[in-house]
T-cell receptor
Framework: AQSVTQPDIHITVSEGASLELRCNYS??????LFWYVQSPGQGLQLLLK??????LVQGIKGFEAEFKRSQSSFNLRKPSVHWSDAAEYFC??????????FGTGTRLQVFP | SQTIHQWPATLVQPVGSPLSLECTVE??????LYWYRQAAGRGLQLLFY??????ISSEVPQNLSASRPQDRQFILSSKKLLLSDSGFYLC?????????????FGPGTRLLVL
């Protein structure tokens, strides 16, 4: 079955620290992978996406993610977190359609 | 780029009452449209999607229905709300020319059923 797992429900980091949010997927075909961010009470915004090619993809707001096929992972990273990065982050997987399967999300809290 | 509007922003309804949530899209024509529900700790669940006027596909059996009376309007409805219908409802549409899965989301409607 197709699924996305985000094992960390809640992560807390200090401002300026590095960040890694984990995402594992199960998908029968070559996946398209996405990270979305949701600020409190708002809709979702696309951070970055992987379709093919270079397995390290750059996104907006200084985020990057690395696709590792052998580990079925697509972890999101940022070298130095800002207080404004506090939000909920969703990993999603799809194929050659617009329909996505989302993970349950990771809530990021940033302390000054 | 397109803009997605949702109305209302917040809604508190008693169990058994009807529901109508509206989604409208600007800046594109004949878009695919999606309704998602976000319940606490459960991520986003795709409820319905539509590829055109009057064309609705349901992803999960439930107490809700959807309609698309106009090209850029997508309605989520219920005849009798259940407690389990509480959640955050998001309307989405693919970005034109952005590639598969690149969705634009509306601001959402928070529904509380009491």
């Amino acid at each position: 079955a197709q699924s996305v797992t985000q094992p960390d429900i809640h992560i807390t980091v200090s401002e300026g620290a590095s960040l890694e949010l984990r995402c594992n997927y199960s998908y029968g075909a070559t996946p398209y992978l996405f990270w979305y961010v949701q600020s409190p009470g708002q809709g979702l915004q696309l951070l970055l996406k992987y379709f093919s090619g270079d397995t390290l993809v750059q996104g907006i707001k200084g985020f990057e993610a690395e696709f590792k096929r052998s580990q079925s992972s697509f972890n999101l990273r940022k070298p130095s977190v800002h207080w404004s990065d506090a939000a909920e982050y969703f990993c999603a997987v799809g194929a050659r359609t617009d329909k996505l399967i989302f993970g349950t999300g990771t809530r990021l809290q940033v302390f000054p | 780029s397109q803009t997605i509007h949702q109305w209302p922003a917040t809604l508190v309804q008693p169990v058994g009452s009807p529901l109508s949530l509206e989604c409208t899209v600007e800046g594109t024509s004949n878009p695919n449209l999606y309704w998602y529900r976000q319940a606490a700790g459960r991520g986003l669940q795709l409820l319905f999607y539509s590829v055109g006027i009057g064309q609705i596909s349901s992803e999960v059996p439930q107490n809700l229905s959807a309609s698309r009376p106009q090209d850029r309007q997508f309605i989520l409805s219920s005849k009798k709300l259940l407690l389990s219908d509480s959640g955050f409802y998001l309307c989405a549409s693919p970005g034109e020319g952005q590639g598969y899965g690149t969705q634009y989301f509306g601001p959402g409607t928070r529904l509380l059923v009491l």
